[in-house]
């Protein structure tokens, strides 16, 4: 059984910064892809990342390019996403998914879900 937590939402102001925290048990990942997604209220999810849970080359959405970024402790089975110079529409709840196809943007492509951590930015 494959279990992911996700920790570190919160309330900020836009222009400040949260490190969510994804972290795997249940079985190894190495060659598994990590999606981070999220879903605003009144809205479908939405791709955010995708990279290699053990490594390897990330995928940015357009909308966090240059503002989040992806760092790993294998040793811990964690994967964080620092989020910088957030913005009130990046309002939402955050998951982190694991698949087995690389590079997958889609939700449907993940087995394994978190169950989400809010993000809130107000303006």
């Known amino acids: 059984q494959v279990q992911l937590v996700e920790s570190g939402g919160g309330s900020v102001q836009a222009g400040g910064s949260l490190r969510l925290s994804c972290v795997a048990a249940?079985?190894?990942?190495?060659?598994?892809?990590m999606g981070w997604f999220r879903q605003a209220p009144g809205k479908e999810r939405e791709f955010v990342l995708v990279?290699?849970?053990?490594?390897?080359?990330?995928v940015y959405a357009d909308s966090v390019k240059g503002r989040f970024t992806i760092s790993r402790d294998n040793a811990k089975n964690t994967v964080y996403l620092q989020m910088n110079s957030l913005k009130p529409e990046d309002t939402a709840v955050y998951s982190c998914?694991?698949?087995?196809?690389?590079?997958?943007?889609?939700?449907?492509?993940?087995?394994?879900w978190g169950q989400g951590t809010q993000v809130t930015v107000s303006s």
């Open positions: 249940g079985r190894t990942f190495s060659d598994y892809a």
């Open positions: 990279t290699g849970w053990s490594g390897g080359s990330t």
């Open positions: 998914a694991l698949g087995s196809r690389l590079f997958a943007r889609t939700p449907t492509s993940y087995a394994y």
